[in-house]
């Protein structure tokens, strides 16, 4: 048998056969003894021990198009990065590592700004010129009102979607509006530290409609984009793209260099000024792990 693995917990994987069954499935130890371990989306081939109880082991793994470690999940299209307007407010350095993180892995990002009706129109655009400059698709959305919410729905459609972000962004209650018999419990933000209460505590996949699903994972408040080398970090900053080439060195990093088209498109308002400055903390981290 084939299928899809939608959920994983405590040793325990859910495949999903295509036919509207799920099976209880464990990993035979081949995978141990090769260092593998299934993830949610992988596509798997599984054999039934008991086809009443609905339950298997997992076999074979097929081919993944990609992988992410942080959620943990495979053969995803794209990423649905999802952080609030307001409460919390964005914590935009752990948008950039997220941005970065996904495209190094080869996944496309929509960039989603969630509570847009707790903000002023002003305060919304704020926001999204974050980033803005950088190509991404920018959507605004409210889950209470329904602002945004068909125009999101056309961007899902046919793909399987990771969504990704903090706690408290309102992750949960935005698939509980796409996914009404998903019945995720949701959680309020802390008041006293402003920060969200975990609700999801694995990753799950949830179908939205025919070729359409939405992985939702849990949140988190640090992300560290592994697989990038301090030298590289500027071609995930599209914005940068424009210039490479005008700058005075070849390879120049955009920081320290004299007579760089970058820094002078900055100074110009041409680039965003608190990205560029995450960009710089972001560099600097990355090579002093590179040095230890």
Do not use: W
């Amino acid at each position: 048998m084939q299928g899809k693995i939608i959920k994983g917990i405590a040793g325990f994987y859910y495949v999903h056969d295509g036919y509207g069954h799920l099976y209880e499935c464990r990993a035979k130890g081949i995978f141990r003894n090769r260092r593998e371990k299934p993830l949610v989306g992988d596509n798997v081939e599984f054999d039934i021990l008991d086809a009443a109880k609905r339950s298997g082991n997992i076999r074979s793994l097929c081919g993944r198009s990609n992988e992410l470690l942080r959620p943990a999940v495979a053969n995803v299209d794209q990423a649905l990065i999802l952080f609030a307007a307001r409460d919390p407010a964005p914590n935009y350095g752990l948008l950039d590592r997220l941005l970065v993180m996904m495209e190094e892995r080869g996944v496309s990002c929509i960039v989603c700004f969630g509570k847009a009706d707790l903000v002023s129109g002003p305060q919304l655009k704020e926001c999204l010129a974050y980033c803005a400059q950088a190509g991404f698709l920018l959507l605004a959305i409210s889950s209470r009102t329904g602002q945004g919410i068909e125009e999101l729905k056309q961007r899902l459609a046919g793909r399987t979607t990771v969504l990704a972000g903090p706690s408290g962004v309102g992750k949960s209650t935005l698939l509980n509006r796409l996914v009404p018999q998903a019945e995720v419990k949701t959680g309020e933000v802390s008041e006293k530290i402003k920060r969200g209460r975990h609700t999801t505590r694995h990753a799950e996949i949830f179908p939205m409609g025919e070729h359409t699903y939405l992985v939702d994972t849990p949140g988190f408040s640090s992300a560290e984009p592994t697989g990038v080398e301090a030298k590289e970090l500027r071609e995930y900053y599209h914005e940068f793209s424009p210039y490479e080439g005008s700058c005075r060195f070849a390879g120049c990093v955009h920081i320290n260099e004299p007579d760089c088209a970058v820094k002078q498109a900055l100074q110009e308002g041409r680039i965003h000024r608190e990205r560029y400055e995450n960009y710089k903390a972001l560099y600097e981290e990355l090579k002093q792990k590179r040095r230890y």
